[in-house]
Nanobody
């Protein structure tokens, strides 16, 4: 079974940047699509971005297109989320996800969630 560990969250001013990392472990980690969702206080968890196992297909929520970039390094079993031009409304706990395909991540039904990392953007 795939295990996911996120890192890279923190406090940043509006307009700044952060890079989140998610390390996957487990026998099938390298064959899974990976992605990110986020949950702000009092709100439902929402899809942010996903990438297929080869890295050739990416999907983004409209709210982050042009600002966030998802990538992966299969040699390191790691997915990244580069977040630029951050806004206060990006403040949330960011969860890494793994699934057999990007569609399941986008639908919020991955096979595995990480424990999350807090991102706080101050105005």
């Amino acid at each position: 079974q795939v295990q996911l560990v996120e890192s890279g969250g923190g406090l940043v001013q509006a307009g700044g940047s952060l890079r989140l990392s998610c390390v996957a472990s487990g026998r099938t980690a390298g064959t899974h699509a990976m992605g990110w969702s986020r949950q702000a206080p009092g709100k439902e968890r929402e899809f942010v971005a996903a990438i297929n196992w080869t890295g050739g297909i990416t999907n983004y929520a409209d709210s982050v297109k042009g600002r966030f970039t998802i990538s992966r390094d299969n040699a390191k079993n790691t997915a990244y989320l580069q977040m630029n031009s951050l806004k206060p409304e990006d403040t949330a706990v960011y969860y890494c996800a793994a699934a057999v395909g990007t569609a399941k991540i986008a639908m919020g039904t991955p096979s595995k969630w990480g424990r999350g990392t807090q991102v706080t953007v101050s105005s």
